[in-house]
């Protein structure tokens, strides 16, 4: 095991522990978190068992079901309390990815000062080397594309996306990025918060 993965697997378990512990703060079974995310009480039990090493999309999930920040899980801070202005200097910026580094992207959270936040937003850098992995999740989805190129699959559809192209879908689908040109590609993207959407 290399350090990065090493990182990666100390990462995992710190993550499982905090979830673990939220939820027993909260006197519940995995039963009712199983409820409250819509993930399966197995599915969970394995995350906080650190068998399995949840997408951040899934963090994010988990997390506002135990009524925390994403951020909160990752970092171990606790979450702002709520107000109405908050302001993240780009030196602020949280790199909230170690989970996901290894599969091609990294999140950089530019949202995580707004604890009742309607929506997250990040920075993404996606690799040339991007885990060939679809991903889906509730809610919607906004990616903008900063810098590189990128192929953009959604459903059955690939396509091109350069700087400056937007694209705005439901999220509940099937999809997958892929920096072009041997480079990374700097992608601005926002999701809807399954805690608060809808």
Sequence with gaps: MNEIEKKNRELTITIAERIRELRKDRGWTLLQLARVTGFSKGYLSQVENAEKNPPINTL??????LGVD??????GEGAEKPKPFTLVRRGERKNVTPMDSHKGYIYESLAYKKADRLMDVFIVEVSP??????????????ALVLEG?????YGKETMLMEPGDTAYFDSNQ????????????????????PRRSG
């Design 60 to 65: 994010n999930k988990i997390a506002y079901g």
């Design 149 to 153: 190129r990128q192929e953009f699959t």
């Design 70 to 75: 994403v951020a909160a899980l990752i970092t």
């Design 174 to 193: 099937p999809h997958k990025a892929r920096a072009l040109d041997g480079r990374p590609c700097k992608v601005l993207v926002v999701f809807t918060n």
């Design 129 to 142: 080397h991007a885990a060939d992995d679809f991903y889906a999740h509730e809610g919607q989805e906004i």
